[in-house]
């Protein structure tokens, strides 16, 4: 009995211990996307690729649909 607890208690404290390096990592790490973000000032946009259509998108953020023709 002293055995089992023993493990259980040891299993406890490495589950906790890999829970607690796994949260520390995530709050402390920045995603490469936010780091590339501001380096890609440098490349010119060119223009837009599809033109506007005459819908906007009104504010309870539906967007329209296309209207063909």
Known sequence: ??????????LFVACL???GLIV???LVQTPPAVRLA????AVPVVGM???ASGCALPPDGVVC?????
């Open 65 to 69: 649909p296309r209207q063909a023709g």
């Open 1 to 10: 009995m002293k055995l089992e607890s023993l493990l259980l208690r040891g």
């Open 49 to 51: 690729l599809i033109p």
């Open 38 to 41: 501001g380096s890609s000032a």
């Open 17 to 19: 211990t890999v829970c």
């Open 24 to 26: 520390g990592a995530m």
